[in-house]
């Protein structure tokens, strides 16, 4: 593209010469380049991992398999990269229609602070040799897609992880995921329906953000979190 560019001005360049107009000479340099592509959501997955091992290769073991210690480092890495607040609204379903602003954003911070402890004791185990980002198989129009990856177990054993991301108009997203057919998406869904019917919304807030009581007092909307 820039290599056509450029022949493009020379060729204009000689015409208007050859018509008796001066023109003044452009460097390459004065150029517009094209951005960078966004990275799809495969590059995003490849990406993310591989900077997730960097950084854990980085850790003691002792570090690794502290959920405490190790999830300050997986929320840096994964926050900018996962639709918070559209996997809130997706896990209280109905329930997010009668839910106060204040009340969405607690919900959604502190579901995500639910998956990364979850997640922060998975990935301890996870090895690059063991951690295979499959080929995407999906419709390059698509605007929602699973990325599948496999972890080999201790005992040799595959099992599927998969990603759903979303398309945003911050590039693409992670909403869900799936280990071994099992969505955390689903599971919360499931887990907390009949206790917000039940005891409220509030009511489900405070346990799930149990684990971590200060974790309220660090919740931000979503759209506040800082890309690293």
């Known amino acids: 593209m820039r290599t056509a560019a450029i022949t493009v001005i020379h060729a204009l360049t000689w015409l208007m010469a050859a018509s008796g107009f001066a023109v003044a000479p452009t460097a390459a340099a004065d150029l517009p380049t094209a951005a960078a592509p966004a990275p799809g959501p495969q590059e995003l997955m490849s990406d993310l991992s591989a900077r997730l091992f960097g950084a854990l290769d980085k850790e003691s073991a002792a570090t690794r398999h502290n959920p405490d210690k190790i999830l300050p480092l997986i929320d840096r890495l994964l926050a900018p990269h996962f639709d918070i ?5 997706l896990v ?5 229609r009668a839910a106060s602003p204040e009340q969405r954003q607690l919900f959604a911070a502190a579901l995500f ?3 990364l402890r979850t ?12 951690f295979k980002v499959l080929p995407l198989r999906a419709d390059p ?3 929602q897609v699973t990325v599948h990856t496999q972890v080999t177990s201790e005992r040799g054993v595959l099992v599927p992880v998969d990603f759903r991301i979303r398309q945003t108009a911050d590039g693409w997203k992670i909403f869900d995921v799936t280990v071994d057919g099992v969505s955390y998406m689903r599971i919360y869904h ?11 919304l509030d009511a ?3 346990r799930l953000s149990a ?15 800082s890309a690293h």
């Open 85 to 89: 607040e559209y996997a809130g609204r």
């Open 92 to 96: 209280l379903g109905p329930h997010w």
């Open 113 to 115: 602070q639910r998956l």
């Open 119 to 130: 997640y922060a004791g998975a990935v301890a185990e996870w090895t690059p040799d063991r």
């Open 141 to 143: 129009e698509a605007l």
């Open 190 to 200: 499931d887990d907390t329906d009949e206790e917000i019917t039940q005891k409220g």
């Open 204 to 206: 489900t807030i405070a």
């Open 211 to 225: 684990s971590d009581p200060d974790a309220i007092k660090r919740m931000q909307p979503p759209n506040t979190r």
